[in-house]
């Protein structure tokens, strides 16, 4: 019998914009754990920075990560939480994905990995992924709290992140090379960033 099971990644985030060091991750994520494919899931509504900022419009978002991750065999971007109605959970994400041959595998950076048990039904997250935790500068030493089986990836520091991004662009200040060039002509041509 065969029982191979379908190694599936799943790498969530705002991406507003996705930069340089989420290309990177998904790519060493491919690589270090033999995954089959790879997706990428853009947040419809991220209820953990509602309010704390506006956030480019999800059908924008979902344009950009397309972009990005364009160069990356077997990344498939996709819209799952972007057209689901209200509030998303990675642990509805999870559940939707979990087929059986799929073993599923949850990409977290260490800063978001160590609040994992404020997740909502963090505890069924456990039992449906492996976590994986890849090292955000500043966090490297975060892991997930007790209870979560979780693997490491080895990646190099990349101090790139969305909100300095989106700060060099209000500020005038290039991006190039921080953010591949179709993602860069995206931010250009709707404008996004510029103070209001
Ligand atoms: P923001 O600055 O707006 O918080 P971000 O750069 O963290 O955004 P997200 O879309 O929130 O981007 O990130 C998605 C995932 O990518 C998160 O798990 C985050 O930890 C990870 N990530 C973002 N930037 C890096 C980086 N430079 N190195 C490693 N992981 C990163």
Redesign the pocket.
């Given at each position: 019998m065969d029982s191979y099971r379908r190694r599936v990644g799943v790498?969530?985030?705002?991406?507003?914009p996705?930069?340089v060091?989420?290309v990177h991750?998904a790519a060493a994520a491919i690589h270090q754990l033999a995954l089959d494919q790879l997706l990428v899931i853009p947040a419809g509504q991220p209820w953990q920075?509602v309010g704390s900022r506006t956030i480019s419009p999800p059908s924008t978002r979902l344009r950009m990560a397309v972009a990005a991750f364009e160069m990356v065999d077997k990344v498939l971007v996709s819209d799952l939480e972007i057209t689901r109605e209200g509030d998303t959970y990675t642990v509805d994400t999870l559940g939707a994905l979990g087929e059986a041959g799929t073993e599923l595998f949850l990409?977290?950076?260490?800063?978001?990995a160590a609040g994992l048990d404020t997740w909502d039904r963090s505890d069924q997250i456990a039992e449906l992924a492996t976590i994986v935790v890849?090292?955000?500068?500043g966090f490297e030493t975060a892991a997930p709290p007790n209870g979560f089986a979780w693997t490491g990836l080895e990646?190099p520091?990349?101090?790139?992140?969305?909100?300095?991004l989106?700060r060099r662009v209000a500020h005038g200040e290039p991006i190039s090379g921080l953010v591949p060039p179709l993602v860069e002509a995206i931010i250009r041509s709707e404008g996004l960033f510029l103070p209001s």
């Open positions: 790498f969530g985030g705002t991406f507003d996705p930069h060091a989420h991750v920075k990409l977290l950076g260490s800063d978001a890849f090292p955000r500068r990646l520091g990349l101090e790139v992140s969305s909100s300095d989106r």
